[in-house]
């Protein structure tokens, strides 16, 4: 198989599959698998398939809801559901994946997906539905791990790396914009149930591709499964994630909020002080300790809390304020998909191995955050060419320069038997930021909007001199108050993406890749060396 730029690849070109000796697929141990590149489409079907899912239900939400009779107050159950189990399992689904095997892991993970999207599809009451989305989650952080711990092992020399990581994160940068597109067309032409039903075919091409086309490289049964480090480390996640998805309706204030953010918190200390005296930790602490490792895990959450608050607002502001279909909304956010990919395949992918990392994460973190602070300049009357397009377009590329740098500097340099868990840790810090990201922006455009509204319709009545104001001048007000909380909230999250910036560039060091792969402290071929 050659390599997708017509470059054969020292090691592969010209192989054919079954040639070779020493482990399926063909190649003899250390030598690149000749079909690796088909692999790298099995692999970035399942992520997308993840990734999507945390989006695409949210356009589908109404009819669901009015379908299964569920009531405003348990609505969030159908995303918070997911979010919860994916977040909060992330960490034990990536050990698992060390322990019994990649491959494997993210062969049941695609079953389980499957079954869980099939479940929820024929949902026949709010619990059932409640019930597939936790299920989902709880499969979906089985899969996400073991899909970039075999990306890692499997690319670990040359340009393929970097090209591979490029794929990868374009997904992971434009999954969700994908997700509101996908549950738009579904929803309109087809039927909401099929926001799940969709994933089952995914799923099941993908567990062909992966029985034939994947194979694990190393690191099983050398580990061992820390049972205190998971319920601490995982209890804390998902009293986190909990506690941020209630912080939205009820405001940080609440007690139940603020109950469960200090759980979590104390949880989480808890777990930081097991893993330096576990004999098995759950996580090694060499994994989260590495200078360079941490600053992208850091970068990763800063930047996903930015991004996930313009998906939120400008979900908002395409479909209330200036009228848009679902399909037109999901429309709206191609561009910035686009840029996504073209960054991060094409700009990313073919600097990586020539630039330090952060001379990618920094310029991209600066582009994202202009994109942003572009969107501070919004007004209810219709904006798209001028304000919203040129932001989509500086956010996309900006994204599409962190994720795929940030992903190979957090999975370089990882032994193969903790190539699971690290990779957990990197999903676990876009999820999380995703989950804060949400509750922190919505929260401050909330809490925005009504000050401004009240302060605007107290003002107006003076003016006029009437306790009631005309149907007309009240929604105006109104639509103002709505998109002032929003852009104040994007500016808040421009900021956020400046910190990620600072972040990236003061403690991200990493020099340039070294070409082909590097050996770790215990002689095995390291996960993710070799950019």
Known sequence: MRHPSGEGEEGSAGALPGAGTGTPGGAPPGEPDP????GLGVIAMAQLMVVLDATIVNIALPSAQQALGISDTNRQWVITAYT???????????????????????????????LASGIGGAATGPGMLFGARALQ?????????????????????????????????AIAGGGAAIGLLAGGLLTEYVNWRWCLYVNVPVAVVAWIGAAVLLRDRGGR???????????????????????????????????????????GATLLGAFAWWQTRAQHPLLPLQVVRDRNRGGAFLTMALAVIAMFGMFLFLTYYLQIVLGYSPIKAGLAFLPMTAAIVVASTQISARLLHRLAPRLLMVPGALLAATGLFTLRFLTATPAYASHVLPAELLVGLGMGLIFMPVMATATAGVAPQDAGVTSA????????????????????AASTSATYIAGHLAHAARRTGRLGLDPSTRAGIIKDGVVHGFTTAIGVGSG????????????????????GPVRTADGAESAGAGV
């Open 496 to 515: 956020i993406m400046l910190l990620a910036a600072v972040v990236a560039g003061v403690v991200v060091n990493g020099k340039a890749p070294r070409r």
């Open 35 to 38: 079909r690796r590149w088909w």
């Open 84 to 114: 919860l189990a994916f977040g909060g399992l992330l960490l034990l689904g990536g050990r698992i994946a060390d322990l019994v095997g990649r491959k494997r892991t993210f062969m049941v993970g695609l079953v389980g997906f499957a």
């Open 221 to 263: 049964g050398r580990v061992q499964l820390d049972v205190p480090g998971v319920a601490l480390g995982c209890g804390g996640l998902v009293a986190i994630v909990y506690g941020c998805s209630e912080a939205a309706p009820r405001g940080w204030g609440n007690g139940l909020v603020v109950g469960m953010l200090v759980w």
């Open 137 to 169: 989650g709880a499969f979906g952080a089985l899969l996400a791990p073991s899909a970039l711990s075999l990306l890692t092992t499997t690319f670990t020399r040359g340009r393929e790396r970097s090209k591979a990581f490029g794929v990868y994160g």
């Open 425 to 444: 840790t990197v999903n676990t810090a876009q999820q999380v930021g995703g989950s804060i990201g949400t509750a922190l922006l919505n929260t401050i």
